[in-house]
Every structure is written in structure tokens, then in C-alpha cells.
């Protein structure tokens, strides 16, 4: 996996030696603080929404928490999902964690609240992938065994989501029927034993997961708008359903784990899209590295300066009982 990392990451070195600097600096200082403060202003909307969300699942199952814990979870996802490539999973294993030690989820409770809230989230951005494939097809004219290779991972992916949420009871019980032994299947059948006993609290409850998946194409609808409002600020004329496509075409492709965060894939796809639609490479990268670090770094940040914030208040209230 290591090869494919310094593949990546010079091809990346590639991209970015073809870039005009100066022009790439030109346009960063179009934007001024009010356009940065509209940006802040929208990703922390998206982050409320995913507390609330977390919040709702957790009450579902049974263990009410409060918004600061949640904060606290999802600080510490943060940080793990962006060291970790493609779809995060370093992450999601962090908020499971937290959950057990700091707020007494059993390790089924925690399993089912991560799983259920990206399994829902997941559905969403793949619900939402098709049409912007389709729209992509139509502007493009993709070649036929793309389209067929597209869709057929996308409804596989749709399928296996729909087993997980609807039904891993049916999962279960075929693992255990199965005469295999390996490690994969083992843990599998493991940890389906203690998801599906936490799941059992929330799985009548459809209009809670009916709501849940709602919320999460709101969060995620509210990706294309941000984007939208970046390039209308840096002067560009582009439909509302080309920026929609860009942005969900780009977050599919960043969950290839190449490169932590989807780092490159990410960037390389939201540029090539861009090129076909009239913008240069150098606006191109400006606008991706300026989405990125609102809708990515930021809260990488934010959530290292909370972590340290957050381990010094302990430290200290700890020196100051044991004076």
C-alpha cells in the first residue's frame, strides 16, 4: 500500500508543478474575511446537524447524551478521520471508543450508534452520487461499461447498507449457518452478535431512520452550496447542477483510501471536473484547496486545539487535587 502512496503522492507533485503561483495567490486574495466568515459560518451549520444527528441515534438506543459529550466524540473523529485514508474508519473506531470509556455505551450501543450513523450518511451520499452521475453522463457522454461499472458498485453499495440497517439479523444468522472460519468472517459474525442487540431498540422505529436519512442529505447537500458560494464569489458563472456534481463526484472519489482524507483523489477529481467546464487549473486549485480547508482542515484543527485544550484542563485540574 506504501507504493501506491508514493505513486500518489507524486503524481500530486506533478500536478502541482504545473501551476501558475502567482495567479493561485492573485485569486486567494479575492476572497475578503466577509466570504470566510459565510463559509465558517456554513460549516459550523453542518457540524450542528451532525451532533444533532449523533444525539438522535443516541436517544433511540437508549442512552441519552448531552451536546458536549457529543462534542467530544466527534472532536476525536475529527482527528482520527483525517490521518486515516479513504472512508475513515480510523475515525469511526475513535468515537466508538470514546463512547465506551468516557460515557458508559456498552461496546454493542457503541457499535450500533457508529455503524447506524454512517451507514445512513453513506446511503445518502451514494443516493445522491447517482443522479450526479447521471447528470455527468448526460453532459459528458460517459462510455457505456463506465456507466454499468458506476451504478452496479453504487446499487451493491445501497444493497449491502439497506442489509445492515434493515436487517442484519438475516446477516447473522446466514455467518453462523457458514462453514468458514476465517478471521474476517469470525469478527464479523462477533460483532453483528452485539450490533444486532442494540439495533433491536431502534429498527421499528422508521420514522427515526426515515428522519436520520433526511438530515443526512441536508448535511450533505450543504457541501454543493458551500462550493457554489466559493465559486460565485471568485467570479465564475457555473449552474448550481454542475457544482452539485463536482462536489459529490469528488467525495466518491475521496473515499478510494489512497491518501488520508482521500487526500489527492479528492482535490485531482474536483480539478478534472472543473476543466471540463471551463475553469483553468489554477482556479481549479484554489477553489478545491479553499473547500477543502473550510469543509476539512478547519475542524482538523479546531479538533487538536480542543484535544490539548482538553488534556491540559485535565492535567491541571489533576495538579490542583493533588496539591
Same mark, same amino acid.
Given at each position: 500500500m506504501k507504493k501506491y502512496h508514493i505513486?500518489?503522492?507524486?503524481?500530486?507533485?506533478?500536478?502541482? %508543478?504545473?501551476?501558475?503561483? *502567482?495567479?493561485?495567490i492573485l485569486s486567494m486574495k479575492n476572497l475578503t474575511w466577509d466570504i470566510w466568515t459565510t463559509l465558517i459560518i456554513m460549516q459550523l451549520l453542518s457540524f450542528i446537524l451532525l451532533l444533532i444527528q449523533w444525539k438522535r441515534i443516541s436517544l433511540a438506543l437508549g442512552k441519552e447524551v448531552t451536546f458536549k459529550q457529543m462534542v467530544s466524540v466527534n472532536m476525536k473523529?475529527?482527528?482520527?478521520? +483525517?490521518? +486515516?485514508?479513504? $472512508?475513515?474508519?480510523?475515525?469511526? !473506531?475513535?468515537?466508538?471508543? +470514546?463512547?465506551?470509556?468516557?460515557?458508559?455505551? +456498552?461496546?454493542? *450501543?457503541? %457499535?450500533?450508534? !457508529?455503524?447506524?450513523?454512517?451507514?445512513?450518511?453513506? %446511503?445518502a451520499l451514494i443516493f445522491l452520487s447517482v443522479f450526479s452521475f447521471v447528470f455527468l453522463n448526460f453532459e459528458i457522454q460517459l462510455p457505456k461499461s463506465a456507466v454499468v461499472l458506476i451504478y452496479f458498485i453504487?446499487?451493491?453499495?445501497?444493497?449491502? $447498507?439497506?442489509?445492515?440497517?434493515?436487517?442484519?439479523?438475516k446477516l447473522y444468522n446466514y455467518l453462523l449457518k457458514s462453514k468458514s472460519t476465517g478471521k474476517i468472517v469470525t469478527k464479523t459474525k462477533s460483532f453483528l452478535e452485539k450490533y444486532t442487540v442494540?439495533?433491536?431498540? &431502534?429498527?421499528?422505529?422508521?420514522?427515526?431512520?426515515?428522519?436520520?436519512?433526511?438530515?443526512?442529505? !441536508?448535511?450533505?447537500?450543504?457541501?454543493?452550496?458551500?462550493?457554489?458560494? &466559493?465559486?460565485? %464569489?471568485?467570479g465564475w458563472k457555473l449552474s448550481f447542477i454542475r457544482v452539485f456534481a463536482v462536489t459529490i463526484i469528488s467525495y466518491v472519489a475521496g473515499m478510494v483510501p489512497l491518501l488520508p482524507g482521500g487526500l489527492g483523489s479528492f482535490e485531482g477529481t474536483m480539478v478534472g471536473l472543473f476543466l471540463l467546464w471551463g475553469i483553468n487549473k489554477e482556479q481549479g486549485l484554489v477553489i478545491a484547496t479553499i473547500f477543502r480547508f473550510i469543509t476539512f482542515w478547519l475542524l482538523f484543527f479546531?479538533?487538536?486545539?480542543?484535544?490539548?485544550?482538553?488534556?491540559?484542563?485535565k492535567s491541571l485540574k489533576g495538579a490542583l487535587k493533588g496539591a
Amino acid at each position: 500500500m506504501k507504493k501506491y502512496h508514493i505513486v500518489v503522492l507524486l503524481l500530486l507533485a506533478l500536478l502541482l %508543478s504545473q501551476f501558475n503561483v *502567482q495567479d493561485y495567490i492573485l485569486s486567494m486574495k479575492n476572497l475578503t474575511w466577509d466570504i470566510w466568515t459565510t463559509l465558517i459560518i456554513m460549516q459550523l451549520l453542518s457540524f450542528i446537524l451532525l451532533l444533532i444527528q449523533w444525539k438522535r441515534i443516541s436517544l433511540a438506543l437508549g442512552k441519552e447524551v448531552t451536546f458536549k459529550q457529543m462534542v467530544s466524540v466527534n472532536m476525536k473523529g475529527v482527528f482520527y478521520e +483525517t490521518i +486515516t485514508p479513504g $472512508l475513515k474508519v480510523g475515525g469511526e !473506531v475513535a468515537k466508538a471508543v +470514546t463512547l465506551v470509556n468516557e460515557m458508559d455505551f +456498552t461496546s454493542a *450501543q457503541a %457499535s450500533a450508534l !457508529v455503524v447506524i450513523q454512517k451507514c445512513i450518511s453513506i %446511503s445518502a451520499l451514494i443516493f445522491l452520487s447517482v443522479f450526479s452521475f447521471v447528470f455527468l453522463n448526460f453532459e459528458i457522454q460517459l462510455p457505456k461499461s463506465a456507466v454499468v461499472l458506476i451504478y452496479f458498485i453504487l446499487v451493491a453499495l445501497l444493497l449491502l $447498507l439497506f442489509v445492515i440497517l434493515f436487517i442484519p439479523e438475516k446477516l447473522y444468522n446466514y455467518l453462523l449457518k457458514s462453514k468458514s472460519t476465517g478471521k474476517i468472517v469470525t469478527k464479523t459474525k462477533s460483532f453483528l452478535e452485539k450490533y444486532t442487540v442494540a439495533f433491536n431498540r &431502534i429498527k421499528n422505529n422508521k420514522k427515526e431512520i426515515f428522519f436520520q436519512f433526511l438530515l443526512s442529505l !441536508v448535511v450533505w447537500a450543504l457541501f454543493p452550496f458551500k462550493l457554489y458560494y &466559493i465559486v460565485s %464569489s471568485l467570479g465564475w458563472k457555473l449552474s448550481f447542477i454542475r457544482v452539485f456534481a463536482v462536489t459529490i463526484i469528488s467525495y466518491v472519489a475521496g473515499m478510494v483510501p489512497l491518501l488520508p482524507g482521500g487526500l489527492g483523489s479528492f482535490e485531482g477529481t474536483m480539478v478534472g471536473l472543473f476543466l471540463l467546464w471551463g475553469i483553468n487549473k489554477e482556479q481549479g486549485l484554489v477553489i478545491a484547496t479553499i473547500f477543502r480547508f473550510i469543509t476539512f482542515w478547519l475542524l482538523f484543527f479546531i479538533s487538536i486545539v480542543y484535544l490539548i485544550g482538553r488534556k491540559a484542563h485535565k492535567s491541571l485540574k489533576g495538579a490542583l487535587k493533588g496539591a
